[in-house]
Nanobody, 133 residues
Framework: QVKVVESGGGLVQAGGSLRLSCTAS????????LAWFRQVPGKEREGISC????????YYVDSVRGRFTMSLDNAKNTLYLQMNSLKPEDTATYYC??????????????????????????WGQGTQVTISS
């Protein structure tokens, strides 16, 4: 498992913004397909965005598309999730994760159904995001 530190969560009002960070402490994200997940107690983990190593594209679930932006800073070994126009239903614990591709250009998890994204490994302890109405 990749060791990461997730941060950036907090309590904000609806309509506000937060930026989450996921920083690898012992290795780089080279050759990794990466994802952000969220989970609410009592519900299944949901994959919300996926960065495909093979083609560099970023995919989002409908509920966050246009409001959330995933990005990667390789120099800092840090994955980000910029979250704007936050809603109370975004309240959850957020996790980063992914899967090594071994340099395989055919490795393709992101472009299919977002339900497959939860097959990717979840890293870290997560960061809590709470949106008040």
């Amino acid at each position: 498992q990749v060791k990461v530190v997730e941060s950036g969560g907090g309590l904000v009002q609806a309509g506000g913004s937060l930026r989450l960070s996921c920083t690898a402490s012992e290795e780089t994200f080279d050759d990794y397909t990466l994802a952000w997940f969220r989970q609410v107690p009592g519900k299944e983990r949901e994959g919300i965005s996926c960065l495909s190593w093979s083609d560099g594209r970023i995919y989002y679930v409908d509920s966050v598309r246009g409001r959330f932006t995933m990005s990667l800073d390789n120099a800092k070994n840090t994955l980000y999730l910029q979250m704007n126009s936050l809603k109370p239903e975004d309240t959850a614990t957020y996790y980063c994760g992914g899967e090594g591709t071994g340099g395989d250009p055919t490795h393709d998890v992101c472009s299919g159904s977002s339900s497959r994204w939860t097959d990717l490994e979840q890293w870290g302890q997560g960061t809590q995001v709470t949106i008040s109405s």
